[in-house]
């Protein structure tokens, strides 16, 4: 089993066919303030499978900030059943909606292990607040 694609967006879903719809994909994003939370972010992870991949699978998530703290983390089972026609590889598509924790300007890391090995990385990069340049002569940089 591998992992094609891991993404952020701002939304997704699977039609009533099973094709996964992406809409918005971005890579980073712009704050008004530190800390806070992204909310409802859409992270798509495509698994391709084979015949050899059926069974049970451990699948994780692990959030980390610029400084490789972890924020957030979240694991799971999943189970692989044989494919209609072996030859094939099966799409796999996993959409996990979170809400992520932005403590600090930066580059964060999403890592995906599979089977508790780390399989696929996907980073979001996070502008702060934009500071306004301090006029000469002013009290405090405040200008009226």
């Known amino acids: 089993m591998h992992i ?5 967006a701002d939304a997704a879903n699977l039609s009533q066919e099973g094709k996964l719809n ?6 980073a994003v712009q704050v008004a303030g ?3 939370i992204h909310p409802r972010t859409h992270f798509i ?4 499978a084979s015949g050899v991949d059926v069974g049970s699978h ?14 957030w983390s979240s694991t799971g089972e999943m189970n692989v059943a044989p494919a209609p026609n072996p030859v094939f590889e099966v799409d ?4 996990a909606v979170v809400d992520l924790p932005l403590n600090m300007v930066g580059q964060y890391t999403m890592q ?3 089977d508790d090995l780390p399989t696929a990385t996907a980073r979001l990069f996070v502008n702060g607040p ?11 940089g405040m200008v009226s």
């Open 22 to 27: 992406v809409l918005g994909v971005f890579d």
């Open 45 to 48: 992870v495509r698994l391709k």
């Open 130 to 140: 934009v500071q306004s340049p301090m006029v000469a002569g002013a009290p405090n």
């Open 112 to 114: 995906v292990t599979l």
């Open 4 to 8: 094609s694609f891991a993404i952020f």
């Open 92 to 95: 796999l598509p996993i959409i």
């Open 34 to 36: 530190l800390p806070t």
């Open 58 to 71: 451990k699948l994780g998530f692990r959030w980390l900030s610029p400084l490789d703290e972890e924020l």
